[in-house]
């Protein structure tokens, strides 16, 4: 859809595309089951997930045994056989369960694998790991994909589960939540799988952190693994026998007069995924059999000799199965070409970033408990439509609030470092000269409010003959959300020279900012200070801290290089070929990031410090060639605060009675069923 709406000299040109709500159902569907490894357990004759109707399922016996062994352990059941009732007499409605880690049988490699991962092991380093120590033999690159992939599973139902104890605690105890998310993404390239087809695959992972705790909630990439291009594309639309289906459809005009036309995007099958990649995928696909399949013949026809008859067959079904995707993809859905076509892995398609974001947002908006959402982004054209139709409910009761923010992040570390040191001696003379009525005391974040809240100013763009125009994206130049973009004097957390948008606050502050221009100073006191709260709590802070450090300990996620046209992309060595296995390193990095490490941080808007007062010792100096010594008292007073984020979120209470919060111990984490928590097969097999 193109506006045409004449605008100066020509045309408006804004253009977007028509979206479904199918299709983003189903993407919310994959993510919230991270590609089916939550799904859980479905009846075979209907569908129905065990997780989501537990209630409709009875237990109907055991089923194995497992022996008796060491530190006094009893015979007991293997695994558990229930039933759905509603389809009970129907084949495969009878399901046998049993927990994935019963086939782990030496724990302290699972540990060490996990340790591992996240501090840069590559796939070859955790060969060399696991590898005999006697020997030196080293294990199969598909046992360690099963141990990466059976680690993610485990910690993904371990964080499902204790989040929906802290989502329903939060939610029992009556408090007002006020959540404010931070929001961004990141591109992550995956090696190329052919060396006669060597193009990246890049993919967008949108990330979402908790300001006040730097928990990160949620990382999902724009990538379906589950799905093969070739047999993805051809079941949809070609039939049996090789011709084109799913591809036209029967329109009426307002005269009444039908037509036929090609489906448009929303309305074909497989609308979520980006055809124009997944179609050159499977083009791809055959392009590289072919080629490999040619390359074994060499010899054969090397020495005058013509290829088996079944190999022909093989080649010539190849081309004819290429010359019809070509057809799809040029005449039938107009998929432009470019000078370096691209195409996704070939185990997997990548799904539009625009339904993946939303996608994202909603089952983040599920996970947190209800209250308010404060979230803080950057400028993006897709949140311009996802966000209000994701949160359309909560802007409506006034729950929620969405700022855009940018700033300078080209700038050098002197120059950043300038920009604070005059923050903060600005700070110091308004500190000096504050005037407070008699009696009155004020915080020094109080004071922070008031000094943020008098160096606010409106932000535009300004070209060289001094015309003025609105700061923001054009996007964002819409009716529906104020055009006063206000430039912040603090400068703190690496985010120097911010400018902070407001498209959607509270509606007291929302209704009078409308009807202001996109130049005007804000005079209004009140409307100055409420802004001025608002402008020091957002921040990206908790998205770059986690992405810095996943950079930096992951091999996998290191920039390919090569964007010079001499070069091209490089090969990543150390890195993944399998964007599968790249997504579960980083949810496994995530998991550990969350709940395993603690370190220090402080949040925007976070009243008290990264420290802790403690009694003042005292320490002393040897004197160099004698036994005597000068003491002198310590320096330190305030040791630093090591909390992980789940313990600053309050999903991971301290133990009662314990002297300082602890990590969970990784090893009665990995074997517990988490998959079935809260259900009956979780009593189940926690009491066999």
């Not at 380093?125 to 046992?143: E, H, M, N, W, Y």
């Not at 006040?212 to 990382?219: D, L």
Request: contains cysteine; charged residues 25%; aromatic residues 8%.
């Amino acid at each position: 859809m193109v506006c045409e709406h004449q605008h100066g000299n020509g045309q408006c040109g804004v253009s977007f595309n028509v979206l479904s709500n199918q299709h983003l159902l189903d993407e919310e569907d994959r993510l919230q089951t991270v590609n089916g490894l939550l799904s859980g357990p479905a009846c075979g004759a209907c569908g129905v997930r065990y997780r989501e109707h537990p209630d409709e399922f009875a237990f109907n016996g055991t089923h194995g045994t497992l022996k008796a062994g060491g530190n006094r352990r009893k015979a007991k059941p293997s695994a558990f056989r229930i039933i759905h009732r509603p389809c009970k007499g129907k084949p495969v409605a009878r399901i046998s369960m049993s927990p994935d880690h019963q086939a782990q049988q030496v724990q302290r490699d699972n540990v060490r694998i996990r340790r591992a991962l996240v501090n840069g092991a590559s796939i070859n380093d955790l060969r060399r790991l696991l590898a005999d120590p006697d020997t030196g033999k080293q294990i199969g690159v598909s046992r360690v994909y099963s141990r990466i992939f059976w680690l993610e599973k485990t910690l993904l139902a371990f964080e499902r589960a204790k989040l929906r104890e802290w989502k329903d605690g939060v939610e029992a105890s009556g408090r007002f939540s006020h959540m404010r998310i931070a929001h961004d993404d990141v591109t992550i390239s995956v090696n190329w799988e052919s060396r006669t087809d060597r193009r990246l695959t890049p993919l967008l992972f949108s990330v979402s952190a908790d300001i006040r705790s730097g928990y990160v909630f949620r990382i999902d990439a724009n990538f379906d693994p589950r799905i093969d291009a070739v047999d993805l594309v051809e079941r949809s639309y070609l039939d049996e026998a090789g011709q084109p289906i799913n591809i036209r459809n029967t329109y009426i005009q307002a005269s009444g007069k039908t037509f036929k036309a090609p489906l448009l995007g929303f309305q074909r099958p497989k609308g979520r995924f980006d055809e124009a990649i997944l179609f050159a995928s499977a083009e791809g696909s055959w392009r590289v059999f072919t080629d490999r399949l040619e390359r074994a013949c060499d010899d054969q026809t090397s020495l005058g000799l013509v290829r088996p008859p079944e190999v022909q067959k093989r080649l010539d079904h190849a081309t004819a199965r290429r010359a019809i995707l070509d057809d799809l993809r040029h005449r039938y859905f107009g998929f432009q070409e470019t000078n370096r076509d691209y195409r996704s892995s070939f185990k997997g398609g990548v799904i539009k970033p625009t339904y993946t974001k939303a996608a994202h947002l909603a089952c983040l908006r599920d996970m947190l408990p209800a209250g308010k959402i404060t979230l803080v982004g950057e400028q993006e054209a897709a949140m311009v439509r996802v966000v209000p139709h994701v949160f359309r409910d909560m802007i409506a009761e006034d729950r929620f609030e969405w700022f855009v923010i940018s700033f300078d992040k080209e700038a050098s570390v002197p120059k950043s470092a300038a920009r604070i040191a005059d923050f903060k001696s600005g700070l110091h003379r308004f500190k000096a000269s504050a005037a407070l009525p008699q009696g009155a005391s004020a915080t020094d974040y109080d004071l922070l409010e008031q000094f943020c809240a008098q160096g606010l100013s409106t932000a535009v763009h300004t070209d060289r003959q001094g015309n003025v125009s609105p700061f923001c994206i054009a996007n964002f130049q819409s009716s529906q959300f104020p055009q006063i973009w206000v430039r912040s004097s603090v400068q703190h957390f690496g985010e120097t020279d911010k400018v902070i948008g407001l498209p959607v606050l509270r509606s007291q502050y929302r209704s009078r900012m409308k009807g202001m221009a996109f130049d005007q100073d804000i005079m209004d006191p009140d409307l100055r200070a409420a802004l001025s709260r608002r402008v020091l709590r957002s921040t990206l802070q908790p998205v770059s801290a986690f992405m810095n450090s996943l950079r930096m300990r992951t091999s996998p996620t290191e920039r390919a290089g090569g964007k010079g046209a001499r070069n091209g992309p490089a090969y990543i060595n150390g890195a993944v070929f399998k964007p599968v296995v790249l997504i579960a390193l980083l949810n496994i990095y995530r998991l550990y990031y969350n709940w395993f490490e603690a370190r220090q941080y402080v949040g925007p808007g976070t009243k008290g410090g990264s420290s802790m007062k403690v009694d003042r010792g005292a320490s002393s100096i040897r004197v160099p060639g004698s036994t005597e010594a000068i003491p002198f008292p310590k320096r330190r007073t305030k040791p630093p605060i090591l909390r992980t984020p789940a313990m600053r979120l309050g999903a991971d209470a301290p133990k009662p009675g314990s002297k300082s919060p602890q990590a969970p111990d990784p090893r009665r984490v990995l074997y517990r069923p988490w998959l079935f928590h809260g259900t009956p097969l979780w009593r189940k097999f926690e009491m066999r």
